[in-house]
Structure formats: structure tokens, C-alpha cells
């Protein structure tokens, strides 16, 4: 009997009864959302008791980690507890009578990776038929506690579930400024696990250290073979893949630096190595052969994306004869056939190739075998994203999606774009037989923030987990229950809030979206003149969309004791960017509208008039004048950003970063001192020079300035 018609009966049962239940009230979200799941009546806990009867040294790994999360959450666990979970593997006689009591049938496809959760009377347990099943189903048996309120409560339900990708894979940009420490990565570790992630690639340009090229890492700000072996064993238990990608063909700028490698650079201290040199292949060798012996497993990363430089400077000659895919496929065909004696599938990025799908097709077969392409686009295609993928599948090569969560030169996360893309990119992904999607976090301007970048990894494992294409509204009203433990739907809200920031500027500024270049342009100089032109009437609804993020944070925080609090401070911190970002415009409007109005009024003989005079400048420049709250909202902001960076990162790099908030606050103070002199000159002789000649510009239309209130501190 096929297994569709085993399951005919109890599904049809378990979605008329999950559809019942629901209405009660008794359902739960989760992240990753189960295939099948039928909710029963929730129990009360007092204590809990883990069972894990004979046991391997995996389950008894997932069956510890297990008690100590809901110890972590102020659930007692005790050998006597009145709730027990129970662990089993699906080929016991006590397993396969758990399958049977809940009338379910296992299917060959849950073997890797699937579970079920069976609820009984007293508790609930959990099948699978490997250890990474088994772990994957105590998760999901976490999020089925609510432990926010007392009594914690254990939502039981029959779940069937396994996954839509093979692959569930971060990779992590760990070369554009923020390098975490090993502590935080085991953080990511530990997190990503439990939304079922199982691979981690780290980014590497420079920053991984390398005894045979012992110039490139920068002391403080790279990973060291001790450490990653360190992490690699971390994470097996996790069942996480530690997957290293280093740069083997563009990327490379921090390395070309040096002159030692000069002659290898396709361009003078550019970021591309020279296919035409040996030494080129030779450098690739070195890297990997040091990978390989500390990261096991079956892959190994090579990058090789965005080469703008090649036929640029040594390859020219070649690439106008041959073409530049030619010369690149070429070069990329030497670096596999080099690591070949590593035994290892490479990975590279497709973003190169795609665009010469018939010179994909006609690689060699050995090529196609011993690599995997991974195709990458970060924004929403409402088309889809054909393009990107069908050059590989086409030519019969194995294919991951790879989506990103926004994060890049951004005050917070664009989430808008970051869902759309990796919703329908994975979908895409699954329906032309991509066997993984690996999602993405880049630091493009050094200014990232990992802990703000939650929303988007979520959501990258969901939609990599969940067969077909993921709801974007049903994740939208799980995340903050489930990662943060937040009944109120207040920090979900809060999300939304930022998410209309960017959308506001989106939709009218259209130049860009919430950008760290907004958050740092001088609305004085010419450039800010005109931005500050264009945002002018989306001011206010900016500010006020980040101030009820930050009203909704701080609800939610009062309510109960929410999870992941270094989270929430990085979303705080982000709503409070949003909120200066146009408030300093607001500001700098007001200054110049007060300002014209003293230099109207300079020369009245009234002296209600130099009485205005006063008021005005004072209005710029005083105990509550307007230049000081540009000061302090910069002063402020820069505290709460170097406390968000330490939380997760090295020192390194966090000073490239700071100095911009010291060089505005210094620009400022050097204002408010110029408008100081004009106090002074104003009540010596009662006159003041022209706005233009301290750097005020010049006022807007009276009809357009809306006064602005102080941000919240």
C-alpha cells in the first residue's frame, strides 16, 4: 500500500481536528512550521522529567541540552517531574509502539533528518530515526513550552516533520569589520541549531589565519586555527557543519595589499588574483590545504564572486581575445583541478558564470561533479529567480540558493526585502531541485550588528525547512513569541514599525532605504541640502514609526522577562538610528528657519524685535537649544552602538566605526561654539554675520517644517 493512502485517514482526521483546535485557542507558532501538526489541550507544568532510556552519547547530548534550556527558563527539572518528554529512536520497539499510538506512518523521507512528536497524558515524546532527528524534534518540543508566565504551560501536539532542503545553511561575513567573539559564535551555534540550521559557513577574505601566508590576518581581528578547531567540535553535537569560505580568486584586497603579492594582483593593490600567474594558484593551494586539515567534512568554499577587476590590468590581452567568461571558467577549472587531492565539493558563487550558461553546460564533467554553484540575488524578483539558477540546473550541476537577510549599510535590517527574497528564492530553489539554501549576512560598510539580523536568520531557516513557498505573515506573527518568548505580539509590532521606515523612504525617496549614508550625511553640506529636500514631508512619519517601535519595546520588556535581551537593545538601538536619521533633518531645518528669522529682524530699531533676535539664536544654541540635541542624540547613540558591537564582537575594527560618531560629535560642538561667537557678537554690537558664512543653509518654505520633539533617551 503506498504510503499517501496510509496516511489518508490520519491526516484527514489530524486537519479537521487541527482546524478545531485552533478555534480553541490551543495552537502555538513555530519556527520552523511543522509539515503536519494537531494540537491538543495545553498541561500545566511544575516539573519536567527528560527520559532518554538507553540512549547513545547523541541523544543523550540532545536530551541534556534539552534540560538545560528549560532550566535556563525557570522550568524545575527532576528525575520525578509530573510532565515528561521522553526521547526514542524510531527503530526501538518502544518507538515504533509510539508511532503506533498516535496512528501515523514513518515515511523513508523522515529518516535523515524527520521526527514526530507524540503527546500522551503525562507528557509528550519525541521519535526519530537519527540523532539529528531526535535533536531537531527536542527542539521543536521547546518551543511547545511557554515558560514566560507561571505555571509554564507544555502545549502538546502530533507533529509529523521533516525537512524540504538538505542543506540549511548561514553564511556569515566575518571581513567587513565585525569579527565575533568565539563565545558569541557559539551563541550562533547553539541558536541556529535550534531552528533546525545545519551548516555555518564564516566569510573569510583575510581574517582566517594562516601559517603559510602569516601577513594577511590582522592581529585582534581573525579567527585562529586553535579557535576554529575549537568551534568545529562545538558544533557537532549541534549538528552543524562547519563549512570555511575563503576568497580564491576575487575578494582579496586586504592580501594584495602587501607587496609581497604584487605580482599576483590583476591590478595594482587591487582585490583579484591574476589567473596568468602561478604563484596565484599556488597562494589558493596553501589557504586550503590549511582548511582542509582543520574543518572535516564534505565541503569547502572558494567564493570566487564579483571579479569586476578581471581584464582590468594582467589578463586583458587574454580576456579581449577569449571573452571574460572564459578566461574565468579557465581559471576556475585550474583551482578545482589544484584542491582536487583534498577530496573535498567545492562551492563557489554563481554570480560570474550565470551569465554564460552555455560555456556552463560545456564544462567538463569532472568539473560539474566536484563542485556545487551557488546562486545568489538579495533582492525581491517578482518574476522569480529562473535567471540566477537555471544556468546551473541546466547544465546538470548540483545548485543551492543563497537569499539575505538586508543587513548590509543599513541602521536595521530592510526585512521587507529580506523576506520577500528569501521566501520565493528558496521556493524557487526547492521547485528546481536546489539541494540547499544557504542564507546570508554581509557587513558591506563595517557598521553591522549581528544581534539585529535575528528576524531575517530566522526566516532563512524556516523557509529552507518548510517545503514550497513560506508565508510571510505567518512568520511575521510567530517570530516574537518564539524567539523571544513575547505573548503580547508587541515586539512582532515593533518589527513591523521598522519594516514602514523603510518602506516610507522606499516608496518616496526611492534613492534608497534607510541607509547608514542618511544617518551620517551632514544636513549642512550640499549633498544633505538636497537629501534633506527630498525627505523633508516623510520626516515625521519616520520618527513616529520608530518611536512606536521603541514605546512597543519597551511594553513588551514591562510585561514579562522576554528572551535574547542583547536582541532586543540591537532593535532598540536600530529604531533609535531611524528616529535620529530624521529628526536631524527636522532639526536642521529648524535652525535655519530661526536662524533667517534673527537675520530679518538684526537690523529693526523694535526692540521686541531684538528681543526675538535672542530667543531665536538661543533657540539654536542654549541649555535646550537644538545644535546641543544633535550632539547629544549622536553622543548618546554612539554609547548604546559600541555597548551593542562588545556583545558579540572583538574590539577589533569597532574604532572605524566609533570615530564616525566622535567626528560628528566633534562637528557639532565646533557649530555650537560658532554660534556661541555670533551670541557674543550679537549682544556686543548687535549684528550678525550671514547664515551662509557659518554654514547654516538656508531656510526651507515656512509651509513644510514640522517641529520636532527631542528623541527619546
Not at 165 to 171: A, E, F, P, Q, S
Not at 327 to 332: F, S, T
Amino acid at each position: 500500500m503506498s504510503l499517501s493512502r496510509l496516511l489518508l485517514l490520519p491526516l484527514a482526521a489530524s486537519l479537521a481536528c487541527s482546524a478545531a483546535v485552533a478555534q480553541q485557542g490551543n495552537s502555538v507558532p513555530l519556527i520552523p512550521k511543522p509539515r503536519e501538526a494537531t494540537f491538543a489541550a495545553p498541561l500545566n507544568i511544575s516539573s519536567v522529567e527528560v527520559v532518554c532510556k538507553d540512549c547513545d552519547a547523541d541523544d543523550t547530548f540532545a536530551a541534556n541540552e534539552l534540560k538545560e534550556t528549560l532550566a535556563q527558563r525557570g522550568i524545575s527539572v527532576s528525575n520525578d517531574g509530573d510532565v515528561k518528554i521522553t526521547l526514542l529512536r524510531a527503530s526501538t520497539s518502544d518507538g515504533k509502539k509510539a508511532i503506533e499510538s498516535a496512528h501515523l506512518t514513518w515515511a523513508p523521507e523522515m529518516d535523515a533528518e524527520g521526527y514526530l512528536l507524540v503527546p500522551n497524558s503525562k507528557g509528550i515524546t519525541v521519535v526519530g530515526a537519527s540523532p539529528s532527528g531526535v535533536f531537531y524534534g527536542a527542539q521543536t518540543v521547546k518551543q511547545l513550552i511557554d515558560s514566560t508566565n507561571k505555571p509554564a504551560v507544555l502545549h502538546p501536539a502530533t507533529i509529523r516533520d521533516w525537512p524540504a532542503m538538505k542543506t540549511r545553511g548561514l553564511d556569515d561575513d566575518l571581513s567587513r569589520g565585525p569579527v565575533p567573539t568565539l563565545e558569541f559564535q557559539k551563541k550562533l551555534i547553539r541558536t541556529l541549531a535550534a531552528y533546525k540550521v545545519n551548516l555555518y559557513s564564516p566569510y573569510f577574505e583575510h581574517t582566517m589565519q594562516y601559517a603559510s601566508q602569516p601577513l594577511v590576518a590582522p592581529k585582534g581581528g581573525s579567527i585562529s586555527a586553535a579557535d576554529a578547531r575549537e568551534l568545529v567540535a562545538y558544533a557537532k553535537p549541534y549538528h552543524i557543519l562547519i563549512v570555511p569560505e575563503q576568497e580564491a580568486f576575487g575578494h582579496l584586497h586586504y592580501m594584495l595589499n602587501w607587496e609581497q603579492y604584487s605580482n599576483l594582483a590583476e591590478t595594482p593593490h587591487g582585490q583579484v588574483l591574476a589567473p596568468g600567474q602561478p604563484g596565484s594558484i599556488e597562494v589558493t593551494k596553501s589557504m586550503f590545504q590549511e582548511l582542509a586539515n582543520i574543518y572535516p567534512g564534505p565541503y569547502l568554499h572558494v567564493g570566487a564572486d564579483e571579479t569586476f577587476e578581471l581584464g582590468k590590468g594582467q589578463t586583458k590581452a587574454d580576456v579581449d581575445a577569449r571573452g571574460l567568461g572564459a578566461v574565468y571558467l579557465d581559471y576556475m577549472k585550474q583551482i578545482v583541478a589544484a584542491l582536487k587531492p583534498l577530496h573535498r565539493k567545492l562551492l563557489f558563487w554563481g554570480d560570474i558564470a550565470m551569465h554564460d550558461p552555455d560555456l556552463v553546460k560545456a564544462l567538463p564533467q569532472d568539473f560539474k561533479n566536484s563542485t556545487i554553484a551557488v546562486a545568489w540575488t538579495y533582492n525581491p524578483q517578482p518574476n522569480g529567480f529562473d535567471r540566477w539558477i537555471k544556468p546551473f540546473t541546466d547544465a546538470g550541476m548540483e545548485c543551492w540558493v543563497s537569499p539575505g537577510v538586508n543587513n548590509w549599510n543599513r541602521v536595521y535590517p530592510n526585512n521587507n526585502m529580506a523576506l520577500q527574497n528569501i521566501a520565493r528564492f528558496t521556493a524557487d530553489g526547492q521547485k528546481y531541485k536546489c539541494t540547499g539554501q544557504m542564507n546570508t549576512i554581509w557587513n558591506d560598510d563595517g557598521e553591522g550588528l549581528i544581534n539585529m539580523d535575528w528576524y531575517g536568520i530566522l526566516f532563512g531557516a524556516a523557509a529552507a525547512w518548510q517545503p514550497g513557498l513560506s508565508d510571510i505573515p505567518t512568520y511575521e506573527a510567530s517570530y516574537g513569541r518564539v524567539f523571544h518568548g513575547d505573548l503580547t505580539g508587541k515586539i512582532d509590532e515593533a518589527q513591523k514599525e521598522l519594516m514602514a521606515v523603510h518602506q516610507i523612504l522606499k516608496d518616496n525617496y526611492k534613492i534608497a532605504d534607510a541607509t547608514n549614508v542618511i544617518f551620517w550625511n551632514d544636513p549642512w553640506s550640499p549633498d544633505g541640502v538636497r537629501q534633506g529636500n527630498d525627505l523633508r514631508p516623510y520626516l515625521h512619519d519616520i520618527r513616529m514609526h520608530a518611536e512606536r517601535a521603541l514605546i512597543l519595546i519597551a511594553q513588551a520588556r514591562n510585561t514579562a522577562n522576554l528572551r535574547e535581551q542583547d536582541a532586543l537593545d540591537a532593535m532598540e538601538l536600530g529604531a533609535r538610528r531611524m528616529d535620529l536619521l530624521a529628526f536631524k533633518y527636522m532639526l536642521s531645518d529648524e535652525i535655519a528657519t530661526y536662524y533667517a528669522t534673527a537675520e530679518r529682524l538684526q537690523s529693526s530699531k523694535d526692540r521686541k524685535d531684538h528681543s526675538e533676535v535672542s530667543r531665536s539664536l538661543g533657540a539654536i544654541n542654549g541649555v535646550n537649544g537644538k545644535l546641543q540635541d544633535l550632539r547629544d542624540g549622536y553622543t548618546f547613540t554612539r554609547d548604546l552602538y559600541s555597548q551593542a558591537w562588545l556583545k558579540s564582537n572583538k574590539p577589533y575594527w569597532l574604532y572605524n566605526n566609533i570615530a564616525r560618531y566622535d567626528m560628528t560629535v566633534q562637528m557639532w560642538i565646533e557649530r555650537i561654539d560658532k554660534l556661541r561667537a555670533v551670541q557674543r557678537q550679537w549682544g556686543r554690537d548687535h549684528t550678525i554675520p550671514p547664515a551662509a558664512s557659518i554654514g547654516i543653509p538656508p531656510a526651507p518654505p515656512a509651509t513644510t517644517t514640522t517641529p520636532a520633539a527631542a528623541p527619546a533617551l
